[in-house]
């Protein structure tokens, strides 16, 4: 008894191969994979509000206002008008960090920078600064 349950349990866990395939493939498109993805390249982690590809528009936001982050002995924030200046700026509102959209989907893979890291860039304080932040980046 016990070995034909065993036998019916297995075969109700036996797949057909292509079935098999299909459900991991949309496992992976649900999960956001791409076939690249899935073979072993890692894909950047990127907040769900910034683009996720080279075809979607930048993502600039322009809520009333921006949440305040205690920096010093300031409470400061992320400004709109930087946008004007730095074209390629995006702006995360689930986490209100900025990152640049040239570098995520244009620059070169594996490149360390705090602009296309998950985490963003948060330091309001040195966002305008000549020899850091955002002017920092463009060079």
């Known amino acids: ?42 894909s950047p982690v990127r907040p769900a509000d910034i683009s996720k590809s080279r075809a979607d528009q930048l993502v600039q936001p322009h809520p009333k206002l921006f949440p305040r982050t205690l920096q010093g002995d300031r409470r400061r924030h992320f400004q709109a008008s930087w946008y004007n200046v730095h074209s390629w700026l995006e702006y995360s509102q689930i986490q209100d960090s900025a990152h640049c959209f040239a570098c995520r989907h244009f620059g070169l893979p594996n490149t360390d920078s705090v602009f296309t890291s998950a985490l963003g860039f948060k330091n309001w ?4 600064f000549r020899d850091g932040g955002f002017t920092k980046h463009v060079q």
């Open 125 to 128: 304080k040195k966002a305008t």
């Open 1 to 42: 008894m016990k070995r034909k349950r065993a036998d019916i349990a297995s075969f109700c866990n036996k797949k057909n191969p292509a079935e098999a395939q299909e459900k991991e493939r949309q496992g992976q498109m649900e999960k956001g994979q791409t076939d690249r993805e899935s073979e072993g390249e890692e």
